[in-house]
């Protein structure tokens, strides 16, 4: 069974650092490129950026250039997403999402993760 | 980058009845167009790709058409367990693969 699972939930203040995780099991993690999707309170789905893990071949949303970090570990079969300074608006739920089929460069997301809720606040 | 849009914002609608939601896209995008469902609380769920291909495990209910800029989700008879928000993502062109702003099906 393909599984997502993201880290846990994150309360952090104004210009801290963070980095979520996104675990993919039961397929090979390698094989399948693994986007970020940004969902703020109340809000749509925005794409923020997609890593393949077999190279670690990386595209970012031009909105989010810059502002986020995407890397993988396919050691451990995890994708992550990370700020080296927050703000109070990337405040939202972050997504991660698998796209579907093997190494598939035009392809929704198949498999979703639960989603890691970011609160930053002072 | 490719501007998708939704409508309507909000669509109200009786159980039993069709719903039909729109998205059209700022330029073509072939076929390369998925459906989302997402209720509240939870992850996005894939429904349709490749403009009117149902996902594993979607009810027949479901159907997509359209291709090139303007596309269609039809809910032929709404379930209650129907009502969430809709959006509609290209993945022609990237990055980014953009989503449209949702629709929400609610109750009437």
């Known amino acids: 069974e393909v599984q997502l699972v993201q880290s846990g939930a994150e309360v952090k203040k104004p210009g801290e650092s963070l980095k979520i995780s996104c675990k993919g099991s039961g397929y090979s993690f390698t094989s399948y490129w693994i986007g970020w999707v940004r969902q703020m309170p109340g809000k749509g789905l925005e794409w923020m950026g997609i890593?393949?893990?077999?190279?670690?071949?990386?595209r970012y949303s031009p909105s989010f250039q810059g502002q986020v970090t995407i890397s993988a570990d396919k050691s451990i079969s995890t994708a992550y997403l990370q700020w080296s300074s927050l703000k109070a608006s990337d405040t939202a739920m972050y997504y991660c999402?698998?796209?579907?089929?093997?190494?598939?460069?035009?392809?929704?997301?198949?498999?979703w993760g639960q989603g890691t809720l970011v609160t930053v606040s002072s | 980058e490719i501007v998708m849009t939704q409508s309507p914002a909000t669509l109200s609608v009786s159980p039993g009845e069709r719903a039909t939601l729109s998205c059209r896209a700022s330029?073509?995008?072939?076929?390369?167009l998925a459906w989302y469902q997402q209720k509240p609380g939870q992850a996005p769920r894939l429904l349709i790709y490749g403009a009117s291909t149902r996902a594993t495990g979607i009810p027949a209910r479901f159907s997509g058409s359209g291709s090139g800029t303007e596309f269609t989700l039809t809910i032929s008879s709404l379930q209650s367990e129907d009502f969430a928000v809709y959006y509609c993502?290209?993945?022609?062109?990237?990055?980014?693969?953009?989503f449209g702003g949702g629709t929400k099906v609610e109750i009437k």
């Open positions: 330029q073509s995008v072939s076929s390369n």
């Open positions: 890593i393949y893990p077999g190279d670690s071949d990386t």
């Open positions: 993502q290209q993945y022609n062109n990237w990055p980014p693969n953009t």
């Open positions: 999402a698998r796209r579907f089929g093997i190494a598939a460069r035009r392809a929704p997301f198949d498999y």
